[in-house]
């Protein structure tokens, strides 16, 4: 081991030692170099970064291990967790170590905090980094700063992005349209598409509808036009929304819904486990994604939720102005575009989705679409293929 890693975490060098040199190390065979997810911010069973691109990884044959924030070590999916307790931007030094002394062949970093660690890491230990993008985020800081500052910003942050880009081995990215200030980087789409659906699609009979929304409650992601157009709707109509409030306004959520009367109507379940959720997303009749004008991240958003609702052969009521989730809602025909902001639309769209053969007809084209032409695994053998030219021969 080398010195700069010997200095590393005493956490996660002890973490590789016993789980990475076992008998290889005792019969003097250096032990295969691993792929190593780095996270500063995402959850141990991040859906993206463990549950596809880390599962993908494991399958094809590599050892992979998620370096990400937390206290238990485990195993999700083939993917080996190792936690680490470092804070964001001030100890992105200290978290480009931790990733060193895993001694890995590639780093693959999810935020950008954790892109600067990825190619520290990488040139400290001999690593190649993988940049992954999950949003636009040039235009990350518009709605902190006056207008006036926002076109300064965002030059700023794309030539970041440019230049670490140029550093990195690749720039794998979510969604199409990310790729703008990465010019000159070798950029792939692995898009975050949901795996093909086993399942047959839900059921659809008569009687009230349940809307169902999936993910973070926020202001932005359209909570109070989902109130607004609940009050519209048939008295019967229910709201489910499997998540939690990440923007601060749980109080006020929960004031509104009071003040229409829709106490008793609305459920939130909080945060749950991933098949628990999607197990809860298949009680629903419909499912929202609502967000709102003003983003060019709401604009150029292609949300997980989707793919899960039409998985689970759900229609969708989805934003116009949402580029690339209004381009899948046409191709598939799984849903209705209308402005997300506008309640009354909304309420009418709920309304017209009453008839159960119209949202099983919906549905049934949404299920079709996930399991043939929006299916994660064709993203995940374009990630194994890009993984094919970074890794060192031997390994997997």
């Known amino acids: 081991m080398t010195a700069f890693a010997k200095g590393a ?147 700023a942050i794309t030539a970041a992005c440019h230049v670490m880009g140029r550093l990195a081995a690749a720039v794998v990215v979510a969604k199409d349209g990310l790729d703008g200030a990465f010019g000159g980087a070798r950029v792939v789409a692995v898009r975050n598409y949901a795996p093909a659906p086993v399942a047959p699609p839900r059921h659809h009979g008569p009687g009230p509808l349940v809307l169902g929304h999936l993910g973070a409650i926020t202001r932005a992601r359209g909570w109070p036009c989902m109130l607004d157009a609940l009050a519209r709707s048939d008295p019967g109509t229910r709201l489910l929304l499997i998540g939690r409030s990440t923007d601060g306004s749980e109080a006020e959520f929960h004031a509104r819904a009071a003040a229409l009367g829709l106490a008793g109507r609305v459920e939130v379940t909080g945060w749950l486990p991933q098949d628990e959720a999607l197990r809860r997303l298949r009680e629903c009749d419909v499912a929202l994604v609502l967000f709102q004008r003003g983003e060019e991240n709401h604009r150029l958003a292609l949300p997980h939720k989707l793919f899960d609702a039409m998985a689970a052969g759900l229609p969708v009521i989805a934003p116009d102005i949402a580029e690339e989730v209004a381009a899948v809602v046409r191709a598939s025909g799984c849903g209705l575009l209308l402005d997300s902001g506008d309640a009354a639309a909304v309420a009418a769209a709920v309304s017209s989705l009453a008839d159960p053969a119209r949202r099983a007809a919906l549905g049934a084209a949404g299920w079709r679409a996930a399991r043939e032409d929006f299916a994660w695994e064709t993203e995940a053998a374009r990630l194994v293929e890009l993984y094919r030219t970074l890794m060192p021969a031997g390994h997997g």
């Open 9 to 155: 975490d005493g956490l996660v060098g002890r973490l590789f030692l016993a789980a990475g040199e076992g008998e290889e190390a005792q019969a003097g065979i250096a032990p295969p170099r691993p792929v190593v997810l780095l996270s500063a911010a995402h959850p141990p069973a991040d859906t993206r970064v463990v549950r596809k691109e880390g599962a993908a990884l494991a399958a094809a044959g590599w050892r992979v291990v998620h370096l990400c924030p937390g206290n238990t070590r485990a195993r999700i999916d083939g993917v080996e967790i190792a936690p680490h307790r470092r804070r964001r931007l001030r100890d992105v030094w200290a978290l480009a170590r931790d990733a060193a002394a895993l001694r890995p062949a590639v780093i693959h970093a999810s935020e950008p905090d954790a892109w600067l660690a990825a190619l520290i890491g990488a040139w400290r230990s001999g690593a190649r980094a993988v940049l992954d993008v999950h949003e636009h985020y040039p235009s990350r800081l518009d709605a902190r700063l006056p207008a006036l500052a926002r076109p300064v910003a965002r030059a």
